[in-house]
Every structure is written in structure tokens, then in C-alpha cells.
């Protein structure tokens, strides 16, 4: 053993080094999460600095109208911030921040992205302050709908709002109106007539559903939104919850499932919808190869630089069906504080900050998105998607908010793949998703 | 005959017979000089300094991380917060998704289907392009491919196989209405498979023809003289003398296609904007999307527990693929 011992024993000391060397450099990484309580944010904050990690690049038109915002606001308050427009990885990168205490102190980005990572872990803040903090002399939780707040979506473990709102998307089944006009005259209002306009566009020749198949977040809005009219808002949830799986067995459910299955064996989704490749359906449909498209209140913005010349954007929402009243989907992009930020007052002024009318205004007109205060002007394009938002008693998530660890992504979406994509009738749908559901929670419980 | 690559240590004569690799007793080694002859005390000054900082290095950036990944597999995590530790819990879940093991199945058809595929074309290529003019070219022309980023055959593929794209409206004027659905779920997996087989071959090439252009000719004009077949060439001369870089290339692939995560994700993941179809996972995709999807909760530990679980499993095939290669290099 001699030579390899003497070899050896340095070694040990370098290994026995870095692993204490490492160690510490993750020091405070099990640190229980603290506590905190909301604070007081008025008063003077000049002098202050804050970093901001942002779902937003340079050159973005919602960048251009925040980084407007950031400029007034250091020259009102007299605060610094600090911005890396990091874009929308931004969320990626926060998970590894929180576990150091090097946090940035402000983040944005969708409700779907920052609920998982930050709002059900309990690493933000309470932003109480900040929906009483006042803009254009009127309190922040009064200039955000009621209904957007009132299902209490941004409410943390302890009852209190971890995340403000700034701007929302929604979908809609869109067209193109000057093609169209008699569905912008008259938009099908229920299923039954829904199905009468598939027909006569069929009849015409056209094909009267585009959808790009390969998506799965996009084939679920079909079998979720039926179900949500049938059962209402935050119905789908509750059947993901149930850990029995017996609200699988629910006629509502099954007929939901059916609704879908009509639109595939009916004909009416472009043929090769299920075998093409992100974005070639939304062309065809922007390129007037087939009426209409189920898709975000992004899709003007999207599909402009390739839309067909004299393209009129104009949408109406998922028909209804039986007496519920139809709730309007609605995404929610918005600030966030990490609760081991060092610089919560300044950071949540910033938050309430970007409620002012002013940016509001910009963001609807100039970044050409659904800003969340209702009081603010949106471009034409997006107009027909504000109004039935406005005109909704209620809201809905994505997916109804259902982020539990990898249901969508390794229960849900195979199977409603293949309900969508014509492998599956709807009973063995519902069988399949029974069976799933049960065993996902046997395993995740 | 063989090569010793034993070095002589102790300064003195070459050491060839097992006797001398016994360890020597220390008290002659005290008895003569403390620590050997004076090379062998300068190597051991030279010991820390030189291998030192990067072992420091290789084992802060790898082992310690790849030992944290064990740790967090025992737990339940969603990337910060309270970690629950729930044991081997993560890795029985594993075992009986069905998931991770067709996730899994897809990992080993990319391991040996595609790599036997590759090999043999590889081989063959580089038999045909030994003798060809201008093999130069060919070379480069052949190996181009693997410089191109996977991005860009995920991309191309919506472009070639979309209902209205290339292929179909090729196909239209030879007279087929109802064309394969090309990019259905099923079909997408035996895409990446061709395509990672026509984008790697170049790669493998390259390395074997290095190989095989080290031979003297000489051997070539024996076999000549000597009447043997093409064949027999193959097997007692070019196949010996390249199987230890033929070896290595196994490796090489063998690491690598556990590894395929992008050309995947950009295939069926419609360049990114969703994941792709669970029928074309690799075990790669299947811990990135437990960890990473950005659409859920995400589960660390699971996510750790099927790294690991690839990393144990990968580790175990390499080394029994290097058993099975293993032969004494012949040395020309």
C-alpha cells in the first residue's frame, strides 16, 4: 500500500477542502423560509435601490413601456432600480436564487409561472401594502377588477396577496372579420349554434377549424373551457383533486369529453392538424386557408407579420353551454417581492407603480396587450376580447390553475392528446383519465 | 505483439514481471532513501500544485453537485422552500411509471439502435471513402452535418414534413393524395432516430477513417500478395488494428446519447413553445420536464431520482462496454 498510500493521502486532504470549501459556499440553503409580514410602504424610499429580474427583453414592446415606467419612477422617488431584462427564463432562474441570499427584489411574469415557483412555496412576500398603497388617488385593489381577485387566486398560504396583476391575456375562437363579417355581426352564443357555423363553412368548402395539434397546452383549452361551461369556473380543478377519481363518472364530464369528439369526427379541424408542426396551422389560418382558431389574445400580434393583406382580427369567446354563466379565461403577468428581498418598501411601490392610468394606458395602446385596469384603452385588434372580459361575471385560469407537480404535463396532456387528435373516443378518454387520476395520487399523496 | 505502458518508477530497470509489482517493504524503502528515489520525491512535491486544482475544481463543479443530486433525490422538493425527506420514495414512483420507463426504453433504442446503425454506416463509409479521390471532401461534406446545431433540424423538420410542406408536395405530382402523416405523434420518434443517425455518421467517420488511415500500407500489399478477399482484409487487418479507436468512439456515443435532450425538445416541443409528446421522451426529457416545465409544481426530487437513476445505469453499461471491447491494443 505504500506508494498509492502516499499518493492517496493528499488527495483526501484536497477532497476533505473542497467538500468543506462547497458546503459553505451553500450554506443557508435549507433555511427555513421566513415568516414575513406585509410592511408599510409609504414614505420616502430616495436613496434606495432595488434589483429587478424581468420577464422582458430589450426591445420588447412591453419592456419599452416598463422601462418608461422604471424612469419616472426613479425620478419621482428618488430610488435606483436596477433592471436585467432577462426575458422570460427569468422564472428558471429565480428557483436556484431562492435557495442563496442573493434574491433580486423584484420579479414579473405569468400567474402560470410564478404560482409554482413562488407563490404555493411561500417565498413571497405579502403584497397587502400594495393593493392598498393609492395610484391616481385611488387604491390599487379598486382599480383591479373585483372579479379578478375575488376567486382568490393570488392569495398565499396565509391568506394574503403575493402577487399584483399588471396586465392579463385571455383566448377567444378567432376569425377574420372582413372575411367574416356575419360571425362579428353575429357570433354563435351557444354550442348547438357553434356547430351550425362549422357546418356551413364546411359546406362552403373551407375548412372551418385550424389548430396546431402539436400543442398540447392548446388542445386542452377544448376539453377544459367545455367543461367549464358545463360545470363552471374552477370546476375542472376539483375534479383533478379528487383523489378517488369518481368525478370522472360525472355524465357532465363524459359530456364534455363528447363535445370534443364531435369537432374530430365531425371533420371540421383542418385535415393534418394532427401531424404538423407549431406554427404551420396558425399560418394557414392567417394565410385565409381555414375561418377560425382557437388561441390567446396574443394571436393579432403573432400571426401580423404573416396575415393575409386587409386581415380584420376580431374573436368570440368559447360558445356556452346550459344555463352557467360563461366565464372569461383570464391569465394573469405581474409583480412578485421575494420575502428574503432586503428591499420590500421600495420594490412594492415599483409594483403599485406600474398601475398608474399612464402605463396602463401605454401598455393597451402602445404594447398592444390587455392591461389589467378595465379603465384603459386597448388597440382594435384585441378589442373584441376586452369586451367579453368586461362582460364576463367571472374568470378563469389556463387549465383552470391546475399546477399540481407534473399532472398536466404526464397525465392530462397524453391523454387528452389523443381525445384531440382523434386516437380516443371519449369513453375510453374518461376511463383512461379515471384510472390515471387514481394512480397519480397513490403516487403523489 | 503487446505494449507495456508500465513505466519505469523506481528508476532502475524496466519492470516486466508481476513479482516486481509487489509492493516493496517499507524498511528497505526507510532503509535506503525516505520516499524513494529523488524523481519520485520531486513527483510527490509536484503532486498538490499540478493535479491539486483541478481535482479542487472537478470536484466542486461535479462531484459535489453530482452527490447533492443524490441527497436531494431522497426528497420531496419543489426547488426552494421546505424539502420533506421521504427516502427511496422517489425512485419506487419511478420504477413504476410507466413514463420514465418508456422514457427510459426510448434512451436505450437511441443507444444501440441508432448506434449500431451509425457504426455500420460509419464502418462502411469509411471502408468506400480509403480508397476514394477526393476523400478530403467527402470527409468534410460528411461531417458537416454534426457542426449544425439540433435547433436547426427541428426546425427544418416542420419545413420538410408539414402536411403542406416539402415532402407532400413532392409526393402530389407523383400521384400520392393521402400522404403518411409524417409528423404524428408516433412517427415523430423514428424521425429523430434517422436524423440523429444521418446527422452523427459524419462524426463517427471522421474519428474510424483517422483510425484506419493510420495503417501502414504495407499490410494492404501483404494481403494483396497474400490473395485475401476484401473480407479477410476487413477482418484480420482493419478491424484489429482500429478496434481500440472503434472502442472509444462506443464510449464517446454511448455518453452522448444519454445526454439527447434538444434535438428532442425542438422536434415534438413545436421549437420550444410546449413539451413535446410523451412518446417521444428520453429519460433526459423526462427529468427536465419534472424539474423544468414551467407548467407545475416543479418535483426536484423526482427529477434528481431519474438522473441519477440514468447516470447508475449508463455507468454500468460503460463499463461492461469496455469489458467486451477490451483486447490488448495491437501495437503497428
Redesign the interface.
Known amino acids: 500500500m505504500g506508494k498509492t498510500a502516499r499518493h492517496l493521502r493528499p488527495l483526501a486532504a484536497l477532497l476533505g477542502a473542497a467538500l468543506a470549501l462547497s458546503t459553505t459556499a451553500c450554506g443557508g440553503a435549507t433555511d427555513a423560509s421566513p415568516a414575513a409580514e406585509a410592511v408599510d410602504i409609504s414614505g420616502s424610499i430616495s436613496g434606495q435601490t432595488i434589483n429587478y429580474w424581468s420577464m422582458w427583453k430589450d426591445g420588447e414592446p412591453q419592456q419599452k413601456v416598463i422601462a418608461a415606467a422604471i424612469a419616472d419612477f426613479e425620478k419621482e422617488t428618488g430610488a435606483t432600480v436596477s433592471v436585467q431584462w432577462q426575458g422570460r427564463s427569468n422564472t428558471e432562474k429565480l428557483v436556484p436564487a431562492l435557495n442563496t441570499n442573493n434574491v433580486p427584489d423584484l420579479v414579473d411574469g405569468t400567474f402560470a409561472k410564478l404560482a409554482p415557483v413562488i407563490g404555493e412555496t411561500g417565498q413571497a412576500s405579502p403584497l397587502t401594502s400594495v393593493y392598498s398603497y393609492e395610484v391616481d388617488g385611488k387604491a390599487v385593489s379598486s382599480v383591479i377588477p373585483e372579479k379578478f381577485t375575488s376567486n382568490g387566486v393570488f392569495k398565499g398560504e396565509d391568506g394574503q396577496p403575493w402577487m399584483v396583476p399588471y396586465s392579463v391575456s385571455s383566448d377567444g375562437i378567432w376569425f377574420d372579420a372582413a372575411q367574416h363579417p356575419e360571425l362579428k355581426a353575429k357570433p354563435p352564443a351557444t354550442w348547438d349554434e357553434f356547430i351550425e357555423v362549422l357546418d356551413k363553412l364546411k359546406a362552403s368548402g373551407s375548412a372551418p377549424i385550424a389548430a396546431d395539434g402539436d400543442i398540447a397546452g392548446y388542445n386542452s383549452t377544448w376539453f377544459v373551457t367545455a367543461l367549464l361551461r358545463l360545470k363552471g369556473a374552477g370546476s375542472f380543478k376539483a375534479l383533478v383533486e379528487d383523489k378517488s377519481g369518481e368525478g370522472w363518472d360525472d355524465p357532465a364530464v363524459l359530456e364534455a369529453a363528447r363535445k370534443v369528439e364531435t369537432l374530430v369526427k365531425g371533420g371540421y379541424l383542418n385535415s393534418g392538424y394532427n401531424a404538423s408542426k407549431f406554427p404551420a396551422q396558425q399560418q394557414l389560418w392567417a394565410n385565409g386557408d381555414a375561418a377560425l382558431i382557437l388561441n390567446g389574445s396574443w394571436t393579432p400580434t403573432e400571426t401580423g407579420s404573416y396575415a393575409a393583406p386587409g386581415f380584420d382580427y376580431s374573436s368570440f369567446q368559447f360558445p356556452a353551454m346550459g344555463d352557467n354563466p360563461a366565464s372569461a379565461r383570464v391569465d394573469f403577468i405581474g409583480f412578485a417581492v421575494p420575502a428574503k428581498s432586503k428591499n420590500q418598501v421600495p420594490a412594492q411601490r415599483l409594483a403599485a407603480f406600474m398601475l398608474n392610468s399612464k402605463y396602463q394606458n401605454a401598455l393597451g395602446t402602445e404594447a398592444k396587450v390587455l392591461p389589467v385596469r378595465p379603465d384603459a384603452p386597448v388597440a382594435p385588434a384585441v378589442e373584441s376580447v376586452k369586451a367579453a372580459i368586461d362582460a364576463a361575471p367571472a374568470t378563469h385560469l389556463q387549465n383552470d390553475g391546475v399546477t399540481f407537480p407534473g399532472f398536466m404535463e404526464k397525465v392530462f396532456f397524453p391523454k387528452d392528446d389523443e381525445l384531440f387528435l382523434g386516437k380516443t373516443s371519449a369513453d375510453e378518454f374518461i376511463g383512461k383519465m379515471k384510472a390515471a387520476q387514481i394512480q397519480y395520487w397513490k403516487d403523489n399523496s | 505483439m503487446t505494449l507495456h505502458l508500465t513505466e519505469p518508477?523506481t528508476g532502475g530497470a524496466p519492470v516486466h514481471s508481476p513479482e516486481s509489482r509487489k509492493?516493496?517493504p517499507?524498511k528497505s524503502?526507510r532503509g535506503s532513501r525516505p520516499?524513494?528515489s529523488s524523481i519520485d520525491v520531486q513527483r510527490?512535491k509536484l503532486?498538490?500544485p499540478f493535479?491539486?486544482p483541478a481535482?479542487?475544481l472537478y470536484?466542486?463543479l461535479f462531484?459535489?453537485p453530482a452527490l447533492?443530486a443524490v441527497w436531494i433525490s431522497l426528497h420531496k422538493w419543489?426547488?426552494?422552500?421546505?424539502?420533506k425527506f421521504v427516502g427511496l420514495d422517489n425512485y419506487g414512483?419511478i420504477f413504476?411509471?410507466q413514463?420514465f420507463l418508456s422514457s427510459f426504453g426510448n434512451t436505450l433504442l437511441l443507444l444501440f439502435v441508432v448506434g449500431t446503425a451509425i457504426f455500420v454506416l460509419a464502418f462502411a463509409l469509411t471502408l468506400v471513402l480509403r480508397d476514394m479521390a477526393g476523400k478530403k471532401i467527402a470527409r468534410n461534406v460528411i461531417f458537416f452535418p454534426h457542426l449544425i446545431n439540433a435547433l436547426v433540424f427541428g426546425v427544418l423538420?416542420?419545413f420538410i414534413?408539414?402536411?403542406?410542406?416539402m415532402v407532400n408536395t413532392l409526393l402530389a405530382p407523383l400521384g400520392v393524395t393521402d400522404p403518411p402523416?409524417?409528423?404524428?405523434?408516433d412517427?415523430i420518434f423514428p424521425l429523430i432516430m434517422v436524423t440523429l443517425v444521418c446527422t452523427t455518421t459524419g462524426y463517427f467517420t471522421t474519428i474510424l477513417m483517422a483510425g484506419v488511415d493510420r495503417i501502414p500500407p504495407y499490410y494492404y500489399e501483404d494481403c494483396a500478395l497474400a490473395g485475401a478477399s476484401a473480407f479477410q482484409r476487413l477482418r484480420y487487418v482493419i478491424l484489429p488494428l482500429t478496434w481500440d479507436v472503434f472502442g472509444t468512439c462506443a464510449v464517446l456515443w454511448t455518453i452522448s446519447s444519454v445526454k439527447i435532450f434538444e434535438i428532442v425538445w425542438v422536434f415534438?416541443g413545436?421549437?420550444g413553445?410546449?413539451?413535446p409528446?410523451?412518446q417521444s421522451w428520453t429519460a433526459a426529457v423526462y427529468t427536465y420536464?419534472?424539474a423544468?416545465?414551467?407548467?407545475?409544481?416543479?418535483?426536484y426530487g423526482?427529477a434528481t431520482a431519474s438522473a441519477v437513476l440514468s447516470l447508475a445505469l449508463i455507468s454500468v453499461l460503460v463499463v461492461l462496454l469496455r469489458r467486451a471491447m477490451r483486447r490488448d491494443a495491437v501495437e503497428f
Open positions: 518508477r509492493p516493496v517499507r524503502q520516499g524513494g510527490k503532486l498538490i493535479v491539486g481535482f479542487v470536484t466542486v462531484i459535489v447533492g419543489a426547488g426552494s422552500g421546505p424539502m414512483r413504476r411509471d413514463l423538420a416542420g414534413f408539414n402536411p403542406g410542406g402523416k409524417w409528423l404524428a405523434q412517427n415534438g413545436s421549437s413553445a410546449g413539451v409528446p410523451t420536464v419534472n423544468f416545465s414551467g407548467q407545475s409544481t416543479p418535483a423526482a
